[in-house]
C-alpha cells in the first residue's frame, strides 16, 4: 500500500479519499439510525440496510436542496 503512494501519491489519495467518504457515510448511518440491525434473515438486513441508505440519501438531497445547490429533478425545472 505504501509503495503505490511512493509510486504514484495523487492516485493514491484519490483512492484513499474515496474510503474517507464511505467511512464518513457509515458512520453518519448509524448515528441516524442505530448501528446494529434487527433483521435476523439475512434478505430482510439487506432490505433494512438498503432502507436505512435510501433514509441517507434523502435526507442529503433535502440539505443541499435547502442549502440552494441542488434541485432535483422530481420537483422540476426553476
Known sequence: MLYSLWEDPQKWLENYHMRSISETV???????FGAPL???LDSRKKTETRLKLVGHNIRRVEYLEIMGDVVPHWRGCA
Not at 457509515?26 to 441516524?32: A, D, E, Q
Open 26 to 32: 457509515n458512520s453518519m448511518v448509524k448515528c441516524r
Open 38 to 40: 434487527r433483521k435476523r
